[in-house]
């Protein structure tokens, strides 16, 4: 395909009637994803249900506006390719990590993610740099360490209903939600649901299989009475989504630093996607193609954390559906931004959302961060293991101090406050580890493959990627 064919097809406004159908099959293929993450950290946080309503029309709204920036574009922002913003994964451990912080709270999170922006604006041009402190075996045992720990943290936890004993009045006390067995029961058939529509359906309903997997559960409960809708009454069909609805952020320098390794991943990840998106649309994407792209990536962070909502990064499967349509015009997914942002406005849809149980979902996430570690180890097997055994060092450490703190949360309680920060966030503290010992055995200067080489040339027939649906 030639420059100008791609340049046309890229740029072509289709009549209002397709942007707008082709549109929303883009919002349906990342909208789990898109509510997922809100409602896993509301969940976590043990947030009431109006306050993770919030989240997710903040979430869906944010997701249009950065699929707008990253789609359209102006001055030296956005790659103006077919991308779909939503909410990254890979940062929902930490989030929880500072969320339940008493000294640090929501507002830490969202002054971390508006930090993280700002690193990823100002870092951008200079990722050809960055990307040496990253090679696949740092990234790799990452994605490990962030898969493990939000099943054990997370999704588990939403399938047998929390912890075994809960703090009552008198101390602690038999959890009441506790392995209920039609819980579990639901759970298994949500998990079995999506498994057996990826494995037998085609295009794009394989694609949505999480949130088909999701809806069945959802149907299931509802039948059995066993749900409540408490909330939807009061809330009204048509909100504007209003900055700082937590209250101003709180910027905690190990917070932003933790994000911000994260974003660094993110980065790299987007930088294959935009390469793939170049090969499928035929326009050749130069390095400062992906800085306006990576500039995007940084402008949604702080646009995320002033509206209440997280870390956001360009969706693998949409980049899946750009192949399997052959409908390449970025305004296509412009309008599916606009129908986000519509989403987003309306609260009733959020509450419905929010009142989906943590049963069901925990078993949509428990396939989503299974996925993820499947990613990290995808990574780790283009590593050298064989005739480099300091690698082996590198992983074994690495996860061995990224899953302290997550085993024993009281660990470094007696450390003083500043460097308890740091070290109490085992993904933090992993990643940092495997960085250290990566350049103490291998140095940085070693020719490496390039961790962006990894995600470019699988990316237009890998639908499933780590930080898309089925992960979202």
Known sequence: ????????????????????????????????????????VGGALKLPKDQVALLISADLFCCGIVTLIQSVGFWHVGIRLPVMMGVAFAPVAAIIQIGSNPALGLRAVFG????????????????????RWFPPLVIGTMLLLVGITLIMLVSIKQVVGGDPFISGPSGSVPNPNYGVP????????????????????????ANVAVLLGIAIGF????????????????????????????????????????????????????????????????????????????????????????????????????????????????????????????????????????????FVLGAAAMIMFGIMAGTGV????????????????????GLSFGLMPLVSDKLFARLPDTIGHF????????????????????????SKQNPIDLYAPAMPGDISHADAAPSA
Request: glycine share 10%; charged share 10%; hydrophobic share 55%.
């Open 1 to 40: 395909m030639t420059r100008g064919t791609s340049t046309d097809s890229v740029d072509e406004v289709l009549p209002v009637s397709r942007l707008t159908l082709l549109g929303l099959q883009h919002v349906l293929l990342m909208y789990a994803g898109a509510i997922t993450v809100p409602f896993i």
């Open 112 to 131: 971390a993610v508006i930090g993280s922006g700002i690193f990823t604006f100002l870092a951008a041009p200079y990722m050809s740099r960055i990307v």
């Open 182 to 205: 039609s819980h579990l029961a639901v759970s298994g058939i949500v998990l079995v649901s999506i498994l057996l529509m990826t494995r037998f359906l085609r295009g794009f309903a």
């Open 219 to 358: 149907l299931i409960v509802l039948a059995s009475g066993d749900i409540s809708f408490g909330g939807i009454a009061d809330a009204g069909w048509f909100n504007i989504v209003l900055p700082f609805q937590f209250g101003l952020p709180v910027f905690d320098l190990a917070a932003i630093a933790t994000l911000s390794v994260f974003m660094v991943a993110v980065m790299i990840e987007s930088s294959g996607l935009f390469m793939a998106l170049g090969e499928i649309t035929g326009r050749r994407i130069s390095q400062h193609d992906i800085r306006k792209g990576l500039r995007a990536d940084g402008i949604g962070n702080i646009v995320g954390g002033i509206f209440s909502a997280f870390s956001y990064t360009s969706y693998a499967q949409n980049v899946g559906l750009v192949q399997v349509t052959g409908v390449h015009s970025r305004w296509v997914c412009a309008s599916a931004g606009v129908i986000l942002i519509i989403l987003g406005c309306i609260p009733k849809l959020s509450f419905v959302a929010a009142s989906i149980p943590a």
């Open 378 to 397: 995808k990574l780790l097997s283009q590593v050298d293991f064989a005739t480099d055994r300091h690698n082996l060092y590198v992983v074994a450490i």
């Open 423 to 446: 070290v109490h966030n085992g993904i933090l503290l992993g990643t940092f580890t495997a960085v250290i010992l990566n350049a103490l055995f291998s140095g940085l200067n070693k």
